[in-house]
């Protein structure tokens, strides 16, 4: 019943609403807000950690801030890219505490072109996330921040506290590990 | 294509959705309400702390004027033995109230009439009456550099010396709580064990009246003391002569009883950290490329004077422990070079030919050093919690001794390290500890009073770690260690 009643309010909010009832700490809409975002935002914070209890720990501290900060939210910009930004932040936050290595791994002679693209968006999300969660850490960060959300070297730089010609060597590091794990999956150049 | 694996990407991704566990929202709730309600203790808890503070502090900072609650002159006269109740609910209002009791008991019901009809308006019109266009007092403050003990003490003295049957070695005289010693001879208020740092007080016999004087006492001691002044001996004044006292009305705070102190110090020292490690390798490369150089640490607190000899102590501690960390690899550099070689070969028929030809030759030419270093910081905020005792006291000097806690609040560190991997490693990539990094305080030092309210001190005192500063997920644990040499200034309110 209750749930009935928390669906048809979510159909007829808008996100105002939405947020003036979070603001007021209405679990109700607190919840409506989760059920409407979680999905979506779980899907980051799976990119940004090694399993899947480690994204739900991620998506529960970002939701936390997210209903803590809500009324710090002033508009600008859309609410989703707001939200995204706290669940990358906390996701990335949850990342330094542990050791966030950027050293390469041994990928002398990779090339990163002539890849058979087809071949990998043939590949179901699944698989390539479980490629992106091999990738180590560090890697996978950047790679996530410049490829997946769009920042600029020069913002990942100031987001992981490195120069973005760190950054940038990192990305294209992150590439040719990332091409060495597609060919585990039968992915070959052409 | 460059830029093909990044579009895959990002088309897979960035509207990728997946289903987190059924529950989460209720966990999230109650995390949210858990915290909710730490936020409330500990706003209550500094609440609590604030107005106890305050507390305090109005307390030990009265006016004289407030004293009349709280401040008995008790005599031989009055009782024999006081008792709590007396030291903590004594009902004298000043001192007039006294001279009047006492006053009474020697001098019979008469003495005492014109005394206690008077009241402070009437006080206040004669002194007008006698200083033409003096200001009338109002309750501000008024400071002056009379010592208000000393005046108290000054004017218990003299009821004794207006008294002759009174007993003054069986009296008291109470600040608050506090049980006060009287030299009976000089008149010096002083306190056991600091005799020497009273400083002398003008006799007040004969001398003439000041600002502050107080006319009724003046009256009622001139009054009285005619018969007092034929009995004892110590008293300067001339046989028959008035005696004129000026009893100046205690002003100001009364310095015994506030019990703060404020110190600050600044020290040097020597500090390192100790690291646990199954790989002994990689403590003794740590050792190794860590060396110890000159560390320094900042402490303001505040003091709260328990008893005589113990206090306790807060405030912030910063400390900054610097490291050089120097790291050389070798590095073997070689060097291609092409080498002309001549070559005999004996054939049968044609005999010996010699044959010259080019060979590359690598070679290791030279060995350099890859050399790495780095001014290491590691910076702390910290609360300390300490204790703190007199342990002996000589004169102006005083050895003390203290033991404590430090909370730390927050911890910074910048520089190189050599990783399990040998590699040098930035230790902003190290996961440590931003806060939470707690240590033991000892300390033993020396209080040099320069006056009753200002001290040197100099302050050698060991800091140790508890806890790592490194977490976990380092591998290794780190514990940071110093003996630092402080030198300050503490300073009475």
């Excluded at chain 2, 000026?246 to 102190?261: D, F, H, I, M, Q």
């Amino acid at each position: 019943m209750n749930q009935t009643k928390t669906n048809t309010k979510a159909s007829q909010l808008d996100e105002r609403e939405l947020i003036i009832g979070c603001i007021n700490n209405d679990v109700q809409y607190q919840q409506i807000l989760y059920k409407q975002f979680a999905p979506k935002m779980m899907g980051v914070s799976l990119r940004y950690c090694n399993s899947k209890m480690e994204a739900e720990d991620v998506l529960q501290d970002a939701f936390i801030k997210i209903f803590d900060k809500i009324k710090t939210y002033r508009g600008e910009g859309s609410f989703e890219g707001w939200i995204r930004k706290i669940v990358v932040f906390t996701a990335l936050k949850s990342n330094d505490k542990r050791v966030r290595k950027f050293e390469p791994g041994s990928l002398e002679n990779v090339q990163e072109q002539g890849f058979d693209a087809k071949a990998i968006s043939m590949l179901e999300t699944a698989n390539l996330l479980s490629i992106l969660q091999e990738l180590p850490e560090g890697y996978r960060a950047v790679f996530n921040l410049y490829a997946i959300e769009g920042y600029s070297h020069k913002e990942i730089g100031k987001m992981l506290d490195i120069s973005d010609v760190t950054s940038r060597t990192q990305y294209s590091r992150a590439k040719q590990y990332l091409i060495k794990l597609l060919a585990k999956y039968g992915i070959q150049r052409v | 294509m460059k830029n093909e694996i990044e579009n895959i990407f990002k088309q897979k991704f960035y509207s990728f959705e997946a289903t987190p566990s059924a529950g989460l929202f209720d966990t999230i709730v109650a995390k949210r309400a858990k915290k909710k309600r730490a936020i409330r203790l500990w706003g209550a808890a500094a609440l609590l702390i604030t107005v106890s503070t305050v507390g305090i502090w109005s307390y030990s900072t009265k006016t004289p004027e407030q004293l009349t609650v709280g401040t008995t002159i008790d005599t031989q006269q009055n009782r024999n033995t006081p008792t709590r109740a007396d030291k903590s609910q004594g009902n004298i209002n000043g001192i007039q109230e006294t001279l009047a009791k006492t006053n009474q008991q020697n001098y019979g019901e008469e003495g005492i009439k014109e005394e206690v009809a008077t009241t402070k308006d009437k006080r206040l019109a004669k002194l007008e009456a006698k200083t033409p266009g003096r200001q009338k007092p109002t309750n501000q403050k008024i400071r002056t550099n009379v010592n208000p003990k000393n005046a108290w003490a000054d004017l218990f003295v003299k009821i004794d010396r207006a008294n002759p049957n009174m007993d003054l070695d069986k009296g008291a005289l109470y600040l608050g709580n506090k049980k006060q010693t009287i030299d009976k001879s000089t008149g010096l208020h002083i306190l056991k064990g600091s005799k020497t740092s009273i400083p002398k007080t003008p006799i007040l016999a004969n001398t003439t009246e000041d600002q502050y004087s107080n006319p009724t006492l003046t009256k009622t001691i001139s009054t009285h003391t005619k018969k007092a002044t034929e009995e004892k001996s110590e008293i300067t004044a001339e046989k028959g002569e008035d005696i004129k006292v000026s009893v100046p009305l205690p002003t100001g705070r009364l310095v015994a009883l506030n019990k703060w102190r404020l110190q600050t110090s600044g020290g040097i020292g020597y500090a390192s950290r100790a690291i646990s490690e199954t790989n002994k390798d990689y403590i003794n490369l740590r050792n190794s490329t860590e060396s110890v150089v000159v560390s320094y640490q900042f402490e303001a607190n505040t003091i709260y004077q328990c008893s005589p000899k113990w206090n306790i102590q807060t405030g912030l501690q910063y400390t900054i422990r610097n490291e050089l960390f120097e790291y050389s690899k070798p590095l073997y550099v070689t060097e291609e070079r092409e080498v002309q070689r001549t070559q005999i070969i004996v054939h049968p028929i044609l005999g010996e030919i010699e044959r010259s030809y080019v060979e590359t030759v690598t070679d290791t030419t030279s060995q350099e050093v890859e050399y790495t270093s780095s001014q290491n910081k590691f910076e702390r905020v910290s609360i300390p919690i300490v204790m703190e005792r007199k342990l002996y006291v000589r004169q102006n000097l005083s050895l003390v001794a203290k033991v404590g806690i430090n909370a730390g609040v927050y911890s910074k560190r910048v520089g190189l390290l050599l990783a399990i991997n040998n590699e040098t490693q930035e230790y902003t990539r190290l996961p440590t500890r931003k806060s939470g990094i707690n240590s033991a305080m000892i300390g033993l030092g020396v209080l040099y009073s320069i006056t009753p309210r200002v001290s040197l001190l100099a302050y050698p005192q060991a800091n140790l770690q508890l806890n790592s500063s490194t977490t976990s997920n380092a591998g290794f644990n780190q514990n940071d260690w110093g003996l630092y040499s402080h030198f300050g200034l503490r300073i009475g309110l």
